[in-house]
C-alpha cells in the first residue's frame, strides 16, 4: 500500500472517528438535557397539583370524588397523565392503560401491607408526591409524560450527525489526499534522485524487482543501493589511483631513458667538438637537464591537485631574460620576428629556476607564434617596489574579448585552435604558486601584452 493511500486512510478514519465521538458526545448531551428538564418540569408539575388537591380534599373518599371530577386538571399540560393513589397503593382514579400499580417514583410514597409490583410503561417518564391533609397523608399523585417525542428528536440528531460525518468524511477524503501527496512527493523525489546517484555511480546497477513498496520502502531500498554504488566507486577510485601511480612510474622509466642517453651524447660532444661549438652544447646540456627534472616534477604530481614548486632560490630574472633571448633567437629568425629584451636594471628574487623558465617560455612559444613575419616581440623586465614586472608584447592578431577571462582555464585554446589548451593555465599556476600574478592586458592593441607581477620578498 502507497504512502498516500495509507496517509489518506489514516486522516479518512481520524476524522470520522472523531466525528462520531463529537456527534455521539453532543446527542448524549442533549438526551440529558432533555431528560434533566423533563424531570425538573414534571416535578414542578406533581408538587403544584398535589397542593392543589391537599387544599380540596381532606380524605380518601373525598380524594378519590375530586379526581374523578377532573379538578385542577387545566393546570396541567397537554399529555400529561394523572394517576391517584391512596396510602395503601389502591389504583384511586386514572387511566387503566398505565397498569393497577403505581409507577417506581409513586411505589416509594406508599406505605402498603404487602409488597406491589411496580407498573411503569418503558417510554414514559413519572413523577409522584404525597397528598397530605393536615399532616395525615390521604393519596399520592402520579404524573406522567410520554417521552416518545424527545426520542424522536434524539434519532433525528443521530441521523443528522452521521449525515455530517459521511459529508465531513468526504471532504477529509479530497483535503488528506492532497496533503498525503504533498508529503509522499518530496520523498519520492529523493527516492527517484537517490536511484539516479546510484545508476550514476553505478552503470551496470541491475534493475531492481517491482515490490510491492511505499515511498519510505522505496526511499529506504534506493539508499541502499545508492549505498551499494559508493562503496563499488570508492574501490573503484582507489583501483584507478593505483592504475595511475603504476603509469606514472612507467612514463617517467620511459621518459628518463632517452634523455639520460641524449645528456650522455651531448657530453661526448662536448669533449670532441670544437671550441666554438661548446657554448651551443652547453645551452643544450642544460634544457635536457631542465627537461629531466620537469619530467620527475610533472610525473610527480602531489595529492591535492596543487602545483608544488621544488627548492627555491636566488634568481637573476635579466640573467634568466637573456638566456631565453639567445635560446629563441635561431627560431625567431627563421620566423622573420624580431626579438627583443628590454631592462635597465637587474632584478633578484627567490624562485624555482626551472618552473618560471617553463612559464616564460610558454608565454614565449604563444607570442612566436601569434606574430607575423616581420612582427616584433618584447620582452621587458621594471621593478616597481617590491615586485618585479615582466611582460611580453607581441604584433599578433591578438586575443578576441569574450576569451580574456576563459584562456586561463584548462582545455581553453584562444587564438591557437592547434594547441592543447593548457599552456596558459600552467602559466597561472606557475605564478600564482611563486606568490606573483599574471594577466592579460586588455588596452593593448593591436597584439597582445601579458605582464607577470613577482614580489622580490618572496620566502
Do not use: C
Not at 517491482?210 to 526511499?219: K, N, P, S, T
Not at 582507489?238 to 612510474?249: D, G, I, K, S
Not at 652544447?281 to 604530481?301: F, K
Amino acid at each position: 500500500m502507497s504512502l498516500t493511500l495509507r496517509l489518506s486512510l489514516t486522516y479518512l478514519l481520524l476524522t470520522l472517528v472523531g466525528m462520531v465521538l463529537l456527534g455521539g458526545g453532543f446527542v448524549a448531551l442533549a438526551g440529558r438535557y432533555l431528560a434533566e428538564q423533563r424531570t425538573t418540569t414534571l416535578t414542578a408539575q406533581t408538587d403544584l397539583y398535589a397542593a392543589l388537591l391537599a387544599e380540596l380534599a381532606d380524605s380518601p373518599a373525598t380524594l378519590q370524588a375530586i379526581a374523578a371530577s377532573g379538578v385542577g386538571r387545566e393546570i396541567l399540560p397537554p399529555g400529561t397523565a394523572v394517576r391517584l393513589f391512596d396510602p395503601n397503593g389502591t389504583r384511586l382514579s386514572g387511566e387503566s392503560d398505565l397498569g393497577p400499580f403505581p409507577s417506581r417514583p409513586a411505589l416509594a410514597l406508599v406505605r402498603s401491607p404487602w409488597p406491589l409490583p411496580a407498573s411503569q410503561v418503558a417510554d414514559r417518564h413519572y413523577a409522584a408526591q404525597v397528598i397530605q391533609s393536615a399532616t395525615t397523608t390521604i393519596g399520592v399523585v402520579e404524573l406522567s409524560v410520554s417521552t416518545a417525542e424527545d426520542t424522536r428528536m434524539l434519532v433525528s440528531l443521530r441521523r443528522l450527525t452521521l449525515q455530517v460525518a459521511l459529508v465531513a468524511a468526504l471532504l477529509m477524503a479530497l483535503i488528506s489526499l492532497v496533503v498525503a501527496r504533498s508529503i509522499a512527493r518530496p520523498i519520492l523525489r529523493q527516492s527517484l534522485r537517490a536511484e539516479g546517484l546510484a545508476r550514476a555511480f553505478s552503470h551496470d546497477l541491475p534493475t531492481q524487482p517491482q515490490l510491492q513498496r511505499d515511498e519510505i520502502g522505496q526511499l529506504g531500498a534506493n539508499l541502499d543501493a545508492l549505498e551499494t554504488s559508493l562503496h563499488a566507486y570508492t574501490a573503484r577510485i582507489a583501483e584507478l589511483e593505483q592504475a595511475r601511480t603504476h603509469f606514472y612510474r612507467s612514463i617517467s622509466h620511459d621518459l628518463r631513458t632517452p634523455l639520460t642517453a641524449i645528456s650522455g651524447m651531448i657530453e661526448n660532444l662536448i669533449d670532441t667538438a670544437a671550441p666554438e661549438h661548446h657554448p651551443a652544447l652547453s645551452l643544450l646540456e642544460s634544457e635536457t637537464q631542465r627537461m629531466a627534472r620537469l619530467v620527475d616534477e610533472l610525473l610527480r604530481p602531489p595529492a591535492d591537485g596543487q602545483l608544488l614548486l621544488a627548492h627555491r632560490r636566488p634568481l637573476a630574472l635579466g640573467a634568466l631574460l637573456s638566456e631565453l633571448t639567445d635560446l629563441l633567437a635561431g627560431r625567431a629568425r627563421r620566423a622573420g620576428v624580431s626579438l627583443q629584451l628590454q631592462f635597465e636594471t637587474e632584478v633578484s628574487l627567490l624562485a624555482d629556476r626551472d618552473r618560471l623558465k617553463q612559464a616564460l617560455l610558454n608565454l614565449l612559444d604563444n607570442a612566436l607564434r601569434a606574430t607575423p613575419p616581420g612582427g616584433t616581440i618584447l620582452l621587458g623586465l621594471v621593478r616597481r617596489g617590491t615586485q618585479a614586472e615582466l611582460s611580453i608584447t607581441d604584433d599578433g592578431p591578438g586575443i578576441p574579448t569574450e576569451l580574456h577571462a576563459a584562456i586561463w582555464e584548462r582545455g581553453v585554446r584562444g587564438a591557437h585552435p592547434g594547441s592543447a589548451g593548457l599552456g596558459l593555465a600552467i602559466v597561472r599556476e606557475i605564478i600564482h604558486a611563486h606568490g606573483g600574478t599574471v594577466r592579460l592586458d586588455s588596452t593593448h592593441q593591436p597584439g597582445a601584452r601579458f605582464s607577470i607581477a613577482l614580489p622580490i620578498d618572496a620566502t
